[in-house]
């Protein structure tokens, strides 16, 4: 069964503290691996999609990496705006020919001025 | 500007009774899904529908029945089988299934139960 497990669960930084936030999956055969932000109440909101170890993508203060059981979420240098819960998912495909995509439970970021 | 609309944004649902969630893109996009949010859990698939007039269930579809009769639109009804109903209800969409393609969200659906 495919397996995404992000850490840690919540994270405190002061502005401008930069730290990385962790997603390590098992899967077979991933086919992309996907970076979202969530805001209190709202839908996710699509951030990068990564494909194959060693890729890297990079919008703003945030850049994501990826290798064969992991993948990173760099946030340099901080901003509250940048406070959010921020989920990955993997998507594998399975016996009936689905792309199916498998969420974990999210690192809650909060930044502090 | 092209998205993805759910209504309502909250919703009241009585013991016994059936409720229907909308949800509605202009995208293009071929596949769209239904997907419910606990706290503490990770979003799970209640339906994935692939093309117009087809629809497959997810991990938790019972209590829940979709359709997919237009292209831009597959509402979900939470119907009284559904024994735990209270969760934000989040619809997606992307432009197939058979592709390593994104899926893009609506802004969600808060169900409560009175």
């Known amino acids: 069964e495919d397996q995404v497990t992000q850490s840690p669960e919540a994270l405190r930084l002061q502005e401008g503290e930069s730290s990385s936030l962790n997603c390590s999956y098992t899967?077979?055969?991933?086919?992309?691996l996907f970076w979202y932000r969530q805001d209190p109440g709202k839908g996710p909101e699509f951030l990068f999609t990564l494909y194959s170890a060693g890729e890297e993508k990079e919008k703003e203060r945030l850049k994501a990496t990826l290798t064969k059981k992991e993948s990173f979420l760099h946030i340099t240098a901080p901003k509250p705006e940048d406070s959010a819960t921020y989920l990955c998912?993997?998507?594998?495909?399975?016996?009936?020919?689905?792309?199916?995509?498998?969420f974990g439970t999210g690192t809650k970021l909060q930044v502090i001025p | 500007d092209g998205g993805i609309t759910q209504s309502p944004k909250y919703l009241f649902r009585k013991e016994g009774q059936n409720v229907t969630l909308s949800c509605e893109q202009n995208l293009n996009h071929d596949a769209m899904y239904w997907y419910r949010q606990d706290p503490g859990q990770g979003l799970r698939l209640i339906y994935y529908s692939q093309i117009v007039n087809d629809f497959q269930k997810g991990d938790i579809a019972e209590g829940y029945s979709v359709s997919r009769e237009k292209k831009e639109s597959f509402p979900l009804t939470v119907t009284s089988a559904q024994k735990n109903p209270t969760a934000f209800y989040l619809c997606?969409?992307?432009?197939?299934?058979?592709?390593?393609?994104?899926?893009?969200f609506g802004p969600g659906t808060r169900l409560l139960v009175l």
């Open positions: 998912a993997v998507q594998a495909l399975n016996s009936g020919g689905y792309q199916k995509v498998t």
């Open positions: 997606a969409s992307s432009p197939s299934t058979q592709e390593e393609e994104t899926q893009y």
């Open positions: 899967v077979s055969g991933l086919r992309g």
